[in-house]
């Protein structure tokens, strides 16, 4: 036996006897608007993930070259010292010189720049509780281990 769907029973495909006309009209045309709709939950689910395929394809390359940039920079900056770069990172000494390749010397230099301005800007400085306050607040926690050494906990 069919199971019930949205549109009820009448969707069913066993008849309890002839079907008219207008009835037969009106199940082709609900059978047309189910495969319509669907269609366009395809292509709409479709235009969807080809929009987010597209921008994390774009999110990668603009991944890919900053990491180029990062590893040409750190080379230049380390004098050209793959082998002590590759030990600090620990990343292979041959996958930094592949990376920073492709990344002209101009474009390198102008990423430093742009680094020592950031390095020489002064810092914003930060709002700190006063010294006694904190120092205050310390101590009975210091001193509570040891009162508490010789009780068992729960």
Do not use: C
């Not at 036996?1 to 002839?18: D, E, F, Q, V």
């Not at 430093?112 to 509780?129: G, Q, V």
């Amino acid at each position: 036996m069919n199971s019930p769907t949205k549109l009820g029973a009448r969707l069913s495909t066993t008849s309890a006897g002839p079907v008219n006309a207008a009835e037969l009209r009106r199940r082709v045309r609900a059978a047309e608007a189910l495969k319509a709709k669907t269609r366009e939950i395809a292509a709409t689910n479709a235009l969807a993930a080809h929009e987010a395929a597209v921008k994390a394809a774009k999110a990668k390359e603009e991944a890919d070259v900053t990491a180029r940039e990062a590893a040409a920079v750190v080379l230049r900056l380390f004098d050209n010292d793959a082998e002590l770069v590759s030990e600090l990172l620990g990343v292979p000494s041959e996958e930094l010189e592949r990376e920073a390749k492709p990344v002209t010397a101009a474009r390198a230099k102008e990423i430093i720049e742009s680094l020592r301005a950031r390095a020489e800007r002064p810092r914003s400085p930060r709002t700190r509780k006063p010294h006694t306050e904190a120092s205050s607040q310390s101590r009975p926690d210091s001193e509570a281990p040891s009162r508490r050494a010789g009780q068992q906990l729960d």
